[in-house]
């Protein structure tokens, strides 16, 4: 990502003002932390833990979740106050910095890339600093959204995932395969994972949706009785799970 954009769109109102981010993130750490687990649970079938990249860790509750199923690691994150919080709340190794200008001497069997490649500039330096960190025969986990899921095309330019300057770019699992190739990657499985959110989040992602909608002003009533506490489980099928070996 670069600097200017990182600064402007994922600084600390992404995290905490609503609208197309989030009304409280760390309020949602223990969910995060629990698809974290799902994703060791999962990654077994294919793998034993080891050295786990999480890139785009926010304050590192995905990573913590990998952790618990025996993954052991670091993770990268521009935005510097979730970065410490990752270090200093859940004492996770966490270095500031984006995708793409990440350096390490270090190799790992593992980098995550969970709701992070429709966010990145430059996709293809940040692909090729994934090539340069992971061993010969290393995993690839992508989570993103799919933009010819039936969701993407019943909604079309209201689908949820169509909210620039913060999503930048939209892959089906087709496209992400055919610009992972080009890398040396080749898939090796793909699904839907499990998504849940609070009430508070949801709330203030259909308001933030909803003002576009011709009758958004009257369906945005129906905000009002959703509980801030509650655990939505997320019901369109336009999010997948790709993993690659290089």
């Known amino acids: 990502m670069g600097g200017d954009h990182v600064g402007v769109v994922y600084g600390d109102e992404y995290f905490s003002g609503g609208a197309a981010g989030y009304p409280d993130y760390l309020a949602e750490g223990e969910l995060l932390r629990r698809r974290g687990q799902w994703y060791g649970r999962l ?57 793409e200008g990440f350096r390490t001497s270090r190799q790992f069997d593992l980098i995550s890339m969970i709701q992070v490649v429709a966010h990145v500039t430059d996709i293809r330096q940040a692909f090729q600093v994934c090539v340069g960190a992971l061993k010969p025969g290393g995993l690839l986990l992508i989570e993103s ?17 169509y909210s620039p300057p913060s999503v930048l770019r939209w892959f089906s699992p087709e496209d992400l395969e055919a610009l992972l190739r080009q890398f040396g990657f080749a898939k090796i499985a793909q699904g839907r994972p499990p998504k849940r959110i609070l009430g508070a989040h949801a709330k203030t992602l259909l308001d933030y949706k909803l003002r576009e909608w011709p009758m958004g002003e009257k369906l945005r009533v129906i905000t009002n009785f959703i509980p801030d506490g509650a655990e939505i489980p997320y019901p369109a099928e336009d999010l997948f799970w790709a993993l690659f070996r290089r």
């Not at 799919?146 to 995932?161: D, F, I, P, V, Y």
């Open 145 to 161: 959204w799919n933009r010819r899921s039936w969701t993407a095309r019943l909604l079309g330019k209201n689908w949820h995932e």
């Open 43 to 99: 990654l077994a079938r294919y793998t034993q833990a080891g050295a786990v990249l999480d890139m785009g860790a926010a304050a590192g509750f995905i990573l913590h979740g990998l952790q618990d199923t025996g993954w052991k690691g670091m993770g990268i994150e521009p935005n510097a106050r979730m970065a410490r919080f990752g270090r200093e709340r859940l004492r996770l190794e966490i270095e500031c910095s984006t995708c």
